[in-house]
């Protein structure tokens, strides 16, 4: 008992007088905060941009109805004060992301803990907190799955350490000519609201790909020949302004004579079930049998014909708005209209390819990737970084685990598994102490435009890079200053000289981050930027000879259970990384329960 009451007065006082910085305070940050304040912590920074939803109010309890629209940092500070008035809270209605937030303000902090749920603001926390030498405790959950760990410079990999995984994509053709799958019509709907009503890409079409005419019949002809008259010469956005969005037109177009065009590309439907064109009013008002029965409105799945209502109305709808603002619509999951008509026109696209229809809730969290937010989940994560973070705070980091939490783990009967922490990456791009990193490229075709918003900023996360050339002369080809290198931004990085083995460096200021990129000169690459380490494998007779199993490290049951569990803790989201089975260690030991 003594022991207990001695451990009870340490953990006080090392949460009483610990000052942390809390980024994010929605679904985790939530259930955070109040463990924080009711663990003793008192003085806590929150940052957090976003404002409260409707929807966050099943699981993210510091919020009411009545606080719909306000600041989420703000609000949750009110709602933890009134059960505890002497927590000394700094509430900032801000994106972390903000030159406020450097390298100085976050040396302040003893510890950061992040409750963020996108890759861009964890990578910026993640690399101020190596600039200012603070230890880091990050999270993620994705319905079922979560995780936390530990990110200490010198000592842990960082979050950048390994790889994530790019989002998934779709080819065009797939989409417009041969779609397979709900998801393929959904992303197709969302392509036509923006063709109607929002920002058009030209890379996003909707109507069917006509780059190889020979596959079209006489039946493709006179769709084409129809089509042109309907919207003669101009766009589909003025086609459609011009027959004042008639839903009837429009449907016609998009459901009927696009899908009469498919058809007569008798190529396509060899081996394929070919579509089923739709007729204006083909489903009655009888088809409502058809509908699923459900108590929920949005779990139900629409008939045809409900699907053609909705699309009339959700059209009506956004085009008064549309008119009514000179900007284009974005198209949001939480606008009833624009949803509306997404899993309308989704559902009619399935049907013509017989592709399962969806319901609205389902169609929602596809077109939105959401994944399910799980209260517990949360919870369960929350309580855990607050248990890592004592550890941090006892200086006993070599205690911390990453903690992996599953349904699906069968370890013994465990929820929770918790794996030793991961050194450094010594090929990590962000925390070596001069990182560097190999990129090839075509440079006779890149451009210094494409080499800042597709390599330094996409794949490498800065915000505002300066970049020069490692030529003894320290030219500079990208700064950060608006206006200082705008014309170099259409040339090829050949016509500077730059070249196989060339040295670029990067130095983005805002987040104190240097780092060195090397030239690999490639011209047979389908993509304008692969890293070492991500070019495709060498060929078969030049791969090395396979190891013994002496060198396999363990026998192959053992490696295949350790395969298993990896398998059943499958990343999800940007916030949660795969599993290592390699260095599980004993669930029991590991798990600690504050009362």
């Given at each position: 008992?003594?022991?207990?009451?001695?451990?009870?007065?340490?953990?006080?006082?090392?949460?009483?007088?610990?000052?942390?910085?809390?980024?994010?305070?929605?679904?985790?940050?939530?259930?955070?905060?109040?463990?924080l304040?009711?663990?003793?912590?008192?003085?806590?920074?929150?940052?957090?941009?976003?404002?409260?939803?409707?929807s966050?109010?099943?699981?993210?309890?510091l919020?009411?109805?009545?606080?719909?629209?306000?600041?989420?940092?703000?609000?949750?500070?009110?709602?933890?004060?009134?059960?505890?008035?002497?927590?000394?809270?700094?509430?900032?209605?801000?994106?972390?992301?903000?030159?406020?937030?450097?390298?100085?303000?976050?040396?302040?902090?003893?510890?950061?803990?992040?409750?963020?749920?996108?890759?861009?603001?964890?990578?910026?926390?993640?690399r101020?907190c190596l600039?200012?030498?603070?230890?880091?405790i990050?999270?993620?959950?994705?319905?079922?799955?979560?995780?936390?760990?530990?990110?200490?410079?010198?000592?842990?990999?960082?979050?950048?350490?390994?790889?994530?995984?790019?989002?998934?994509?779709?080819?065009?053709?797939?989409?417009?000519?041969?779609?397979?799958?709900?998801?393929h019509?959904?992303?197709?709907?969302?392509?036509?609201?923006?063709?109607l009503?929002?920002?058009?890409?030209?890379?996003?079409?909707?109507?069917?790909?006509?780059?190889?005419?020979?596959?079209?019949?006489?039946?493709?002809?006179?769709?084409?020949?129809?089509?042109?008259?309907e919207?003669?010469?101009?766009?589909?956005?003025?086609?459609?302004?011009?027959?004042?969005?008639?839903?009837?037109?429009?449907?016609?177009?998009?459901?009927?004579?696009?899908?009469?065009?498919?058809?007569?590309?008798?190529?396509?439907?060899k081996?394929?079930?070919?579509?089923?064109?739709?007729a204006w009013?083909?489903?009655?008002?009888?088809?409502?049998?058809?509908?699923?029965?459900?108590?929920?409105?949005?779990?139900?799945?629409?008939?045809?014909?409900?699907?053609?209502?909705v699309?009339?109305?959700?059209?009506?709808?956004?085009?008064?708005?549309?008119r009514?603002?000179?900007?284009?619509?974005?198209?949001?999951?939480d606008?009833?209209?624009?949803?509306?008509?997404?899993?309308?026109?989704?559902?009619?696209?399935?049907?013509?390819?017989?592709?399962?229809?969806?319901?609205?809730?389902?169609?929602?969290?596809?077109?939105?990737?959401?994944?399910?937010?799980?209260?517990?989940?949360?919870?369960?994560?929350?309580?855990?970084?607050?248990v890592?973070?004592l550890?941090?705070?006892?200086?006993?980091?070599?205690d911390?685990?990453?903690?992996?939490?599953?349904?699906?783990?069968?370890?013994?009967?465990r929820?929770?598994?918790?794996?030793?922490?991961?050194?450094?990456n010594?090929?990590?791009?962000?925390?070596?102490?001069l990182?560097?990193?190999?990129?090839?490229?075509?440079?006779?075709?890149?451009?210094?435009?494409?080499?800042?918003?597709?390599?330094?900023?996409?794949?490498?996360?800065?915000?505002?890079?300066?970049?020069?050339?490692?030529?003894?002369?320290?030219t500079?080809?990208?700064?950060?200053?608006?206006?200082?290198?705008?014309?170099?931004?259409?040339?090829?990085?050949?016509?500077?000289?730059?070249?196989?083995?060339?040295?670029?460096?990067?130095?983005?200021?805002?987040?104190?981050?240097?780092?060195?990129?090397?030239?690999?000169?490639?011209?047979?690459?389908?993509?304008?930027?692969?890293?070492?380490?991500?070019?495709?494998?060498?060929?078969?007779?030049?791969?090395?000879?396979?190891?013994?199993?002496?060198?396999?490290?363990?026998?192959?049951?053992?490696?295949?259970?350790?395969?298993?569990?990896?398998?059943?803790?499958?990343?999800?989201?940007?916030?949660?990384?795969?599993?290592?089975?390699?260095?599980?260690?004993?669930?029991?030991?590991?798990?600690?329960?504050?009362?």
């Amino acid at each position: 008992m003594k022991e207990g009451k001695m451990a009870d007065k340490n953990t006080t006082t090392l949460a009483k007088n610990c000052s942390l910085l809390m980024v994010g305070a929605g679904g985790i940050g939530c259930e955070l905060l109040k463990n924080l304040v009711l663990t003793g912590f008192e003085k806590i920074y929150i940052i957090d941009l976003d404002t409260i939803d409707v929807s966050n109010l099943n699981r993210q309890f510091l919020f009411q109805r009545r606080h719909v629209g306000k600041s989420k940092a703000q609000v949750a500070k009110e709602s933890v004060l009134r059960f505890r008035p002497n927590a000394e809270i700094i509430a900032k209605h801000d994106t972390v992301m903000s030159t406020e937030y450097n390298k100085d303000f976050f040396s302040q902090f003893d510890i950061v803990l992040n409750a963020l749920d996108n890759r861009a603001a964890r990578n910026h926390v993640n690399r101020m907190c190596l600039a200012a030498n603070v230890p880091l405790i990050e999270s993620g959950t994705a319905g079922y799955l979560g995780q936390v760990t530990l990110i200490k410079k010198g000592m842990t990999e960082c979050y950048e350490c390994q790889p994530k995984p790019a989002r998934k994509t779709y080819p065009g053709c797939t989409i417009r000519n041969t779609p397979s799958e709900p998801v393929h019509c959904i992303v197709w709907a969302k392509h036509l609201f923006n063709q109607l009503f929002g920002e058009h890409d030209a890379d996003n079409e909707v109507s069917p790909d006509t780059e190889d005419p020979e596959l079209a019949g006489d039946a493709g002809e006179m769709a084409t020949k129809k089509n042109s008259e309907e919207i003669s010469r101009t766009s589909t956005r003025d086609w459609a302004k011009e027959i004042d969005y008639d839903g009837e037109k429009l449907f016609t177009k998009f459901f009927h004579n696009d899908i009469t065009y498919l058809l007569s590309m008798e190529k396509l439907w060899k081996k394929r079930k070919p579509p089923i064109p739709l007729a204006w009013n083909s489903g009655t008002s009888s088809d409502q049998a058809e509908a699923t029965d459900t108590a929920l409105p949005d779990k139900r799945i629409w008939s045809i014909h409900e699907c053609q209502t909705v699309f009339e109305k959700s059209i009506k709808t956004l085009k008064e708005r549309s008119r009514a603002s000179d900007e284009p619509l974005v198209w949001d999951k939480d606008d009833e209209a624009a949803m509306d008509f997404v899993t309308a026109t989704a559902n009619i696209r399935s049907q013509i390819f017989s592709i399962p229809l969806k319901s609205r809730f389902d169609i929602k969290s596809i077109s939105g990737n959401i994944i399910p937010a799980i209260a517990t989940t949360n919870a369960i994560i929350a309580g855990l970084m607050v248990v890592e973070c004592l550890k941090v705070l006892a200086e006993k980091p070599e205690d911390c685990r990453t903690i992996y939490l599953s349904k699906q783990v069968k370890a013994k009967n465990r929820l929770l598994v918790p794996c030793k922490l991961e050194k450094p990456n010594p090929k990590c791009y962000v925390c070596p102490q001069l990182p560097e990193v190999t990129v090839n490229m075509d440079t006779n075709k890149v451009t210094v435009k494409q080499l800042e918003d597709k390599l330094f900023k996409e794949k490498f996360g800065m915000i505002a890079p300066d970049v020069e050339i490692d030529d003894g002369k320290g030219t500079i080809l990208i700064s950060s200053e608006e206006g200082e290198t705008e014309d170099n931004w259409p040339k090829t990085l050949s016509q500077f000289k730059i070249a196989n083995s060339t040295r670029l460096k990067g130095d983005d200021f805002l987040q104190n981050y240097e780092l060195v990129v090397n030239i690999h000169h490639n011209e047979d690459l389908d993509e304008l930027f692969v890293l070492e380490g991500d070019l495709p494998p060498v060929p078969e007779e030049e791969k090395p000879a396979p190891k013994t199993a002496a060198e396999t490290n363990g026998n192959s049951v053992h490696n295949q259970k350790k395969r298993k569990m990896e398998e059943e803790i499958h990343q999800q989201t940007n916030g949660v990384k795969k599993m290592k089975t390699n260095d599980i260690v004993a669930v029991e030991d590991d798990i600690m329960i504050i009362d």
